[in-house]
């Protein structure tokens, strides 16, 4: 194996190592800590089917979002909906031998990337020009759409233009890291950008903003089912602290029953 | 202090998203609470020396238990969704009040403290350090948010803002640095029993020439009882119910649904407040504790059923939080000795507890309430959602009940009603300015500032549709346009409760030797058929 090869092998070991140590703590972290009160957001759902519809439709539809602001909502939704197909086109080289003939299907896929890349420059055309958003965003809001677009530019490149690399290649590269079976990959400077940017980004994601793709799921204000009459909420530390009759009430006034 | 010098922003015809006027907001904040006012709560009386270490460490305590604060620091994308959402930016163009700057303050505290990123990469993340300018900013721009939660329903993950500014508060209390309005008013709840003051004598007076007005006024001989063991309802209701226009008519109108429906109810001396300002201040031990009041005058007095009357948070309080807090509700675990201690004496043929606008509409949907509508036809009503009940509340257990019922009251009792613009009532109701802690002349700027949303939605259908009556079920609220109504060149007397149009329609015919014999007979089956309805 080629040295290049090598430092990307390990690279995505470790970068895959960081991803899932780092997100398993995260996601823990967020379903360990208790949650004391009801907090739902109007449109409140009644039932715990209705909660669970709700969440369904912010996650794929991004309802609150395009109550709010409809070209933050396709701007985001473009990118969003795109970067999941062409995920899943994807997988294509990461699984060992002939694939399955549902990929035939799949092929037209590699045009979301378009869907992705414009998507990507509008909320950046955004952040640039709205001064609203301007102002809220730090280096690090700009940085991460740009690595976004150059993964999505360098992966459009190789598909739509001249510029093919060795699918072959990249295949058993690929598909290799799953089953341990190393080999070379192709050297072209728009695949290991592609690929290079595409593992910082799996390793910064537990230490960044994206980390709202764990977190929409554990938002109380979205979760949570309206029912606070009728059901008893309470948080361990709370029914501790009842327990223990010590809601600190000696440091407060008023006497306790 | 002096007051400062500012303009009373002009109506326009449509909200325009303002440019960013940076820092024009930028001050002291409210008075700081003295040594006397934080000292009951537990709070210390100054900025203690070491406050930036007790600071930190009380924001990591409170991420830890509440796991909004945790993934709300986390989730945030910067969108910019939420950017022009906040009635005190639209209204102030600072852009620290925009909701994710507001947060940001916290946040990039957060990050430099709590996250990798921001420990070693401060500057890329936009992690700032915790010292004396930020603590001030804090203080400053988390008392111009009245936690009113508009941004949190635009927003794609659900942030609300009122979590981080209510975490924000606490660790403000906690390093010393209170708002006098807030804790103030606590320390009067807490030991007196009302946000007043009001003792138990000067209660009872207050009731009693009430009643003397109001059967002169009206000629039946309308009770406003106080402790009364073995009635049927407590009445807990905020304290401004009892003194002050417009609220007192507010209260007359309870009185008169009561009167006639014909059943007893009480007030209670011990907890003769609904609002709960430690929800504003964030802290859930303080809250619980007012809380707790209410729980003990229910079980002192007996009563089968906890009502609560015209209040924005103290709905929220009670109809989200008392269940959790002192068990006035339903469903309690078996093995839940606390809460099942008073949910078994709690009629639970009732939701518990039960918002008196709730009571009123399940009375005229069953035709026990007759009214002359014409009494109100000089009125054109509109009604001013109050975020609390809006965004955080439901009635009448239908979805989008707290939007329903209370226009359903109105219209059953006036004959000229009609909405503001879509986008600025029921869910997405802009803040009356005043919410969350705000309700004092010490920040007179932002309310002002922060009402011109609402004013703007009002003027247009004042102009269009001749609207005169502004209807609101919440105590801040009512106070609040009273104040700021005039400055937007309003009338400040067309600020009503939604019990004031009842009162003013109601006809009192109960024959009152009919009362005591009815009520034993009736009682059962009136409870059945509101069980009923609240289920469907």
Redesign the interface.
Known sequence: MSLISIIFTALFYISLFIFIVGMGR?IR??WI??????????????TQT?AIFKMIR?VTL?E??F???KW?WLF?FLFHFGLLLVLVRHLRYFIPGDLPEVFLLIQPFKYAAFAMIIGLAG?LA??IF????R???????Y?MLLMLIVIGVSGAIMTFTSNHTDVMMVKAFASGLIVFDWTNLPTEINFLLHLFLVLVLLA?FP???L??VP??F?????NQV?N????????S??LK??KENT???E????K?? | MAAKEFDIPELPTYIE?P??TPDVMKGEGPFKAVDEFQK???FPGGKVDNWKEVAIEKMGDL??????V???L????????????CHYFLGSSD?KN?P??RQ?LFRSVYRRYF???GKHFP????AKDLDDEMVDDWYNYFHQCSQC?RC?????????TA?ISMAAREVLDTIGLGQKYCNQIL?KA??IGNNLGLPEPALRDTLLDLEEEVEEDFGAPVKFPLDIKGSEILLITPSADFFAEPHIDGLIGYGKVFYQDGVSWTLSSYASEGANFGMFIGS???M??AA??I??AA?DLEVSRVMVGECGHAWRVA???W??LS?V?????SG?E??LKLQNQLDDRY???QHIIEYTYDLIQRGKLNFDKSENDERTVTFHDSCNV???T?MG????G?FILPREVIKAVCNNYVDMERSTI??ATFCCGGGGGLLTDDLMEIRIKGAMPRMQALKQVETNEGVNTLAAICAICKSQFSKVLPKFDFDPYMIVSVHQLVSAAIILDKPQEAIQMSESQTEATDAVEAKEAETE
Not at chain 1, 251 to 254: A, D, K, L, R, S
Not at chain 2, 63 to 68: H, L, W
Not at chain 2, 397 to 400: P, R
Request: some cysteine; aromatic content about 8%.
């Open positions: 995260k972290q967020f800590t208790p949650v004391p009160l009801k907090i739902p957001i109007a449109p409140t759902p009644l209705g912010e991004f609150s979002l109550r709010s602001n933050i985001g909320l955004r952040r709205v001064p609203r958003i102002y809220i965003s730090a280096p690090s809001d940085l910064i230490i960044s903003k980390l709202h977190g929409i554990f938002s109380p204000t979205l309206d606070a009459r009728k059901k008893r909420h309470i948080s530390w709370a602290q009842e809601v600190k009430l440091q407060t006034i008023g306790d029953e | 998203i440019e960013l009951p709560l537990g991420k830890s238990k509440y796991r909004s945790q993934v709300f986390d989730s945030c994308v910067k969108c910019g969704a939420c950017t022009d959402k852009p925009m994710v700057a940001d996250t990798f990123a500057k890329l993340v936009g939660r949190s329903v635009f927003c794609p993950y659900g942030i609300d979590e320390g807490l030991t859930y031990d303080i619980r504790k707790l009041r729980r003990k079980l109809y989200s939080f269940n959790t068990g509700g339903a469903g309690a675990q839940d606390y809460a939701p518990q507890p809006a965004r955080a439901n257990g239908i979805e989008g707290q029921k869910e």
